[in-house]
């Protein structure tokens, strides 16, 4: 069956490693396109990261931002879905991360906040290429009616690794947590994954399971890449992420995502 929908991670996978797209993948997408195929981005960031790849690729579509938790039109930035955690249980995590010395930052639509700016505040601004506000986040977050689409917990792998199945045990049922990168942890509302997201969208244009397909590298891309009729790991991608792929292509920086595109949808063998 024919793919008709094609889902791209952004980091490690759509991006090389100098946050730029390289020109094979570039005209892989726009032969994609032109073939009347639909191309998005499904990413954690959050959508003024988003939109300026977006308009690279002139993917006026929804795109996928926050993990899934916002659906939003490209261009226009028109909201089609939105899904956050409420403010008392984001409150109840960023006091208890933060008592225990980890650095978080939470997403309110396209705004990123944290306690207090360090160094992995810089990191991720320079990455994400987005401005990091500076709040006392429990008075912020008692004022905030609704919640927060993400938040954003950087540190050591090692101290994540110790950190997951502690909030999975505490808020495992009210939260999604995963990682995007070794030292990035991300949380989201409980209902909330790039698959979920995808199968939507998906729903929304018309289109099958089995005519999708999802590329990605890291562990919150593993929903969607279970979810596509061909889910895609990138070759640096983790082990565990390949073991779960139909395809593993080559790397970001080998143009992964034009290869995939190129065999599946192009139909052009290399």
Known sequence: MAIRLV????????????????????????????????????????????????????????????????IQQAISGDIIFRRVIPSPIASEIIEDVLGRGIYSQIYLKDRVITQTCNEWSEEYARIASVRIEEANLTRLLSQEPEGVEKILCIAGEADLDQLIPILGHRYGKKVHITKSKPHFLEITESSVNKGVALAALADRFGIQQQEVMAIGDSFNDLEMIRYAGIGVAMGNARPEIKAQADIVTVTNEEDGVAEAIERFVLNING
């Open 7 to 70: 889902a791209m991670d952004l980091d490690d996978t759509l991006l090389r490693n100098d946050w730029t797209i390289s020109p094979r993948v570039v005209k892989a997408i726009q032969k994609a396109r032109a073939q009347g195929v639909k191309v998005t981005i499904a990413t954690g960031r959050m959508p003024i990261s988003t939109r300026p790849y977006a308009k690279q690729l002139e993917l006026d579509v929804p795109v996928i931002t926050y993990h899934g938790a916002m």
